[in-house]
């Protein structure tokens, strides 16, 4: 109901927002192909409104429920296109973040090597960022934690 008021009342953030809300619970609820619909349409609404940053998150929450949902070459390929969105964005720690989120995709791939690459791509792009960072970013206001799902087994 909330998002049909939204719509509505043409409140295309608020929208979008909900539809990642939405995307959520169907993610914990295990309902990956209803999260993956509610993700994407989070992302397009985001890149309508022009909030690169929010639609570069989108496409990383997208991408995490695609490798639950078993599909890690499809998880990588969306990653990839989260990272895009975050260089777009200029959004260091987001950049970072999915730069983590795509080496642990490459080790569920079973590539280490490639993995170890962006590990270290994220640690370079932290390295150059400019001001004063929380020594541990995962805790800071800002932080963005995006990592995959523990490989089970």
């Known amino acids: 109901r909330a998002l049909a008021q939204r719509q509505a009342r043409d409140e295309r953030a608020d929208a979008a927002r909900l539809y990642g809300r939405i995307a959520t619970a169907h993610t914990y609820a295990g309902r990956y192909g209803e999260a993956q619909r509610g993700w994407r349409a989070a992302a397009a609404g985001h890149r309508k409104n022009g909030d690169v940053a929010?639609?570069?998150?989108?496409l990383s929450e997208l991408a995490?429920?695609?490798e639950y949902a078993g599909r890690p070459e499809e998880s990588?390929?969306?990653c990839q296109e989260a990272v895009e969105w975050a260089k777009r964005a200029d959004d260091i720690r987001l950049q970072a973040a999915l730069q983590l989120r795509l080496a642990d995709t490459l080790e569920h791939?079973?590539?280490?090597?490639?993995?170890r690459l962006h590990r270290a791509a994220a640690e370079r792009i932290l390295e150059e960022e400019p001001g004063d960072r929380d020594p541990e970013p995962e805790h800071g206001a800002n932080a963005c934690?995006?990592?995959s799902a523990p490989a089970e087994g």
């Open 76 to 78: 990588l390929r969306t």
């Open 109 to 115: 791939l079973d590539d280490p090597e490639a993995a």
């Open 54 to 58: 929010a639609a570069a998150r989108a």
């Open 145 to 147: 934690e995006i990592r």
């Open 64 to 66: 995490r429920v695609q």
